[in-house]
């Protein structure tokens, strides 16, 4: 398995501003992950973060909302651009190595007044 | 499209009972299926996944069964204890717009009562 860590695990953010989310996984891993969940719902899959490469974007998610960093195989970036209160939600980062099993890091809780 | 669904949004369990969580798939394609975790304030935790291969796969206190016939899946916890209050999914292994990704499902919530 693989343990994930996240920075910040919650912030208080204003309209109109950014926020970047870190995600450190302790070994290196193939694919990593970005989902939001909103509270008490499931989670929907925003991008998949490729090293090397552009991060793939699911409907209705956009690079320049959501611009994804992959620099390295251990580490990702999520930037949540000109936030508003709709953007409030868990942002999560999750990775897998060898396996289909994602493992996923404890979430970023945004609050966008 | 793909979907996977649950048939209880809320389970509550009395405390040393067994818990029985349901899950209905809809892409007999899949061979891959999972079941997660997630407390309060917490990011989702594996727990068990099953292969299409097996129908039955045992854990710690845990078991998967997977009817591949009727699409369904579900997730039996032995002895419930508080520890267990979380909110289960369901996940498989399906394709969205020729990618392959985790499907997932609405959730059910497990409460233990005491």
């Known amino acids: 398995s693989a343990v994930i860590s996240q920075k910040p695990s919650r912030d208080i953010c204003q309209r109109g501003t950014s926020l970047t989310i870190q995600c450190q996984v302790d070994s290196q891993v193939t694919m990593m992950f970005w989902y939001r969940q909103q509270p008490g719902q499931s989670l929907t899959l925003i991008a998949t973060?490729?090293?090397?490469?552009?991060?793939?974007?699911e409907s209705g998610f956009v690079i320049d909302k959501f611009p994804i960093s992959r620099p390295n195989l251990t580490f990702s970036t999520l930037t949540v651009s000109n936030m508003s209160p709709e953007d409030s939600s868990i942002y999560l980062c999750?990775?897998?190595?060898?396996?289909?099993?994602?493992?996923f890091g404890p979430g970023t809780r945004l609050l966008v007044l | 499209g793909e979907s996977v669904g649950l048939h209880l949004p809320t389970l509550s369990v009395q405390e040393g009972d067994n818990s029985i969580i349901n899950c209905a798939y809809s892409?007999?394609?899949?061979?891959?299926f999972i079941w997660y975790k997630q407390e309060s304030g917490k990011g989702p935790q594996f727990i068990i996944d099953i292969r299409s291969n097996m129908d039955k796969r045992q854990g710690q206190r845990v078991t998967v069964l997977l009817n591949k016939t009727v699409k369904h899946l579900s997730l039996q916890i032995a002895a419930t204890q508080p520890g267990d209050s979380a909110v289960y999914f369901c996940a498989f292994l399906g394709a969205m717009d020729s990618n392959y990704q985790l499907i997932w499902g609405a959730g059910t919530k497990l409460i233990i009562k005491p």
């Open positions: 999750s990775a897998n190595a060898e396996s289909e099993t994602q493992y």
């Open positions: 892409n007999s394609a899949s061979d891959y």
């Open positions: 973060a490729n090293q090397g490469s552009e991060a793939t974007y």
